[in-house]
């Protein structure tokens, strides 16, 4: 089974300030690591390897410094790890950026046919969720998100069964491979990495592939030029001008008490009293 798992280094965001004057995020200092949501893809991989053996190849597509990524999810026991980096990748939005995993993917598989594709359910700082089903799309592949458990994977019948959060439960979904999944966040836990893959990674010979490598040869399709999102603007939100409020309360009985908050949340919600006047005589 080879298992190709998209992972994007990205700024730490607990760490991300946004400049007062310019609105802009100030990245410089701030350092990189791997996309936490894509760690739960990872784990789910190599837990899948664990049990039925095979090969993870972790790709990313990126600056020159995004090898740093790949090598960590060698140290958790990736097997390759690939990094598409050209300039001619510079200002690709969502679009683009599938595009060229896709792109990526497809060469791969010219090595050694994919079986299942990981990616994250969002990164922490573009945060659109969009390039993993924009793969899985470009790809023909099954798309199973938001996926909270595998419950089993028949190889040789190349069938798998997920369990899925959806609204309002939990899907349980059976399709064929090859599949594109996202895991959900807190499905797992991301296994501390051995001493002998920590020097693994430390040896490994990163695979670096340009746009001609990545079997890319149409440039309107990545880049900007492939890119028909347009920024218009960023600003930080305003902070909510509300601030708490102390309710007095005289006796300091929990009926009273009751009593005071509630007619305070009708004097100031009105068409709350009346929503519950209403769903009370229907
Ligand atoms: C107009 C425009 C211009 C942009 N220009 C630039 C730019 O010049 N430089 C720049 O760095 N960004 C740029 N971006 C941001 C870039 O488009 C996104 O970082 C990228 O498309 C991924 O989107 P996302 O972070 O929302 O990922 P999501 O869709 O939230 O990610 C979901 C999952 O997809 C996978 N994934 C996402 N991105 C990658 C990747 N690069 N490699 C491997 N796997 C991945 C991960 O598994 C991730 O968890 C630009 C965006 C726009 C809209």
Redo the contacts with the bound molecule.
């Keep these: 089974m080879h298992i190709v798992v ?3 280094q990205v700024p730490d965001s607990a760490q991300i300030r946004v400049h007062p004057v310019t609105n802009t995020i100030m990245r410089h200092g701030v350092p990189a690591i791997v ?1 936490p ?2 760690l739960f ?1 990872l784990e789910e991989a190599l837990k899948l390897k664990d049990q039925f053996g095979g090969r993870i190849t972790v ?4 600056p020159p410094q995004a090898e740093a990524a790949l090598r960590k999810c060698i140290s958790f026991g990736a097997d390759d790890a690939i990094l598409v980096t050209d300039r001619a990748f ?5 679009l683009a ?1 599938s595009y060229a ?1 896709a792109a990526a993917i497809e060469q791969i598989g010219k090595e050694l046919a994919v079986d299942m594709v990981f ?5 922490i ?8 089903p924009g793969i899985a799309k470009r790809l023909d592949l099954q798309l199973l998100t938001y996926v909270s458990k595998i419950e089993s994977l028949d190889i040789t019948r190349r069938q798998i069964v997920i369990q899925r959060r959806a609204e309002g439960g939990v899907q349980v979904l059976q399709t064929k491979l090859p599949a594109l999944i996202t895991m959900l966040e807190g499905t797992n836990e991301m296994r501390f990495a051995t001493m002998e893959n920590m020097f693994r990674a430390a040896r490994h010979k990163i695979r670096i592939w340009d746009r001609v490598a990545a079997g890319i040869d149409d440039v309107g399709k990545i880049g900007l030029k492939g ?1 028909p ?3 218009s603007k960023v600003f930080a939100p305003k902070p909510n001008a509300r601030s708490a409020e102390i309710i007095e309360c005289e006796s300091g009985e929990p009926r009273d008490l009751a009593l005071t908050l509630t007619g305070k949340l009708f004097t100031q919600h009105p068409k709350l009293g009346e929503a519950i006047v209403k769903q009370a005589a229907a």
């Design positions: 998209c992972i994007k996309n949501y894509d893809s790709l990313t597509m990126g510079a200002g690709a939005d969502t950026t995993l990616a994250g359910k969002q990164t700082d573009g945060d659109t969720a969009q390039v993993g890119s999102t347009v920024v």
